[in-house]
């Protein structure tokens, strides 16, 4: 049964929706890694503070969680398999970067329109849409990064890890469907 599940993907497959969805199905506590790693002002959190709250974040729940974000060159072993207290299942959203884009412009929209605050009062900017480098720009972000995150997934079943690899809406919610509820 699954317990400690870790979502990766590309920005823009779904990893946050898809804890959110799973936390509410199975009781288990999220953590977004998002808001570890990012600070006030888009600043990146100190390395030791960030990796300090994941391991009291896994610490704190011994019974299982849910993590999603993917993080894994600051993480490193912190939430892998095999590790104390690591992932016991790594759920991999690998949707067609066409629907990836969709889902990424349509966030990032809806978010600047919005002005949704993110994690501790960040919102995207409308004028980082019109930057071409992919670390200032999301959706550039999503589009080249989307075969880099594939490749090094596909790396990582052929080395023989056991990875949950999902492509589409069908997979996922049959995947969510057998989770064990929360219990009441």
Request: hydrophobic content about 40%; cysteine-free.
């Amino acid at each position: 049964m699954a317990s400690r599940i870790r979502i990766v993907g590309t920005s823009g497959s779904g990893k946050s929706v898809l804890a959110d969805r799973v936390s509410a199905h199975t009781g288990l506590p999220r953590l977004e890694l998002d808001a570890v790693f990012w600070d006030e002002g888009w600043r990146m959190r100190d390395l030791d503070q960030a990796r300090d709250r994941v391991r009291a974040f896994v610490r704190d729940h011994p019974q299982g969680w849910v993590a999603d974000g993917n993080w894994t060159s600051r993480l490193g072993d912190i939430l892998d398999p095999g590790t104390p207290g690591g992932a016991d299942t790594v759920v991999w959203l690998d949707l067609p970067r066409r629907r990836v884009m969709r889902q990424v412009v349509g966030r990032t929209l809806r978010r600047v329109v919005r002005r949704e605050e993110l994690w501790h009062g960040n919102r995207e900017r409308a004028a980082n849409l019109l930057r071409w480098h992919p670390e200032k720009n999301i959706v550039r972000w999503a589009w080249t990064n989307h075969h880099v995150v594939r490749e090094g997934m596909l790396e990582r079943i052929a080395a023989g890890e056991r990875i949950v690899r999902l492509r589409d809406r069908s997979e996922i919610d049959r995947w969510v469907a057998s989770l064990p509820p929360r219990r009441a």
